[in-house]
């Protein structure tokens, strides 16, 4: 399938377990951009896990390095960034990805994302007696933060990933061609 040409970088955010990583590499082929994920970024970095960085300095260090991370990332052109679950707790963040990208919000239900993410041990906010009550309080807390960032949501729960990416660059399409309200 040829590229699609869109301009301009696009952000992917929503809980750990939505899509970012898998919907944004099918993007990134799709659209002729470089995909970056940002928690792969500071592992890259660090050279660590980011369960190591939240054992040995903990998720507010982390954070710092999360927030140094998209920052760079977002100066740069052409690109689709998978930001860390996390990512939008931090204003700087929200407003380096509503400045510099169109920014899509992948929302799933509970249930899917407790099924993506069971049997994954990279996950240390879910590192719990009862990963479902910590998953239902980040997305009380976050997706209001999601909303006020993103410039589309989208649902992945019960989507084959070539048929939400077509969904997605249709919609893109329609939002890259029309003016950005701010």
């Given at each position: ?160 990933v070539n048929a939400l990416i077509a969904r997605l660059e249709q919609q893109l399409a329609e939002i890259l061609t029309s003016p950005?309200?701010?």
């Open positions: 399938m040829p590229a699609m040409k869109l301009a301009g970088n696009i952000f992917l955010v929503g809980l750990m377990g939505a899509g970012k990583t898998t919907v944004g590499r099918t993007l990134a082929r799709h659209t002729g951009k470089q995909f970056f994920d940002s928690d792969h970024e500071i592992e890259k970095r660090t050279g660590v896990r980011i369960t190591t960085i939240f054992d040995i300095e903990g998720e507010e260090r982390f954070r710092e390095r999360e927030r140094d991370t998209i920052a760079e990332l977002c100066a740069m052109d052409n690109i689709v960034l998978a930001t860390g679950g996390g990512a939008i707790l931090a204003p700087e963040n929200r407003q380096a990805l509503r400045s510099h990208g169109t920014v899509i919000y992948l929302r799933a239900q509970i249930d899917d994302i407790l099924a993506r993410t069971l049997h994954d041990k990279s996950r240390p906010l879910l590192q719990t007696g009862n990963p479902r009550a910590k998953l239902e309080e980040l997305f009380a807390q976050r997706d209001p933060l999601y909303r006020e960032v993103a410039d589309l949501i989208i649902d992945t729960s019960h989507q084959n950005k309200s701010t």
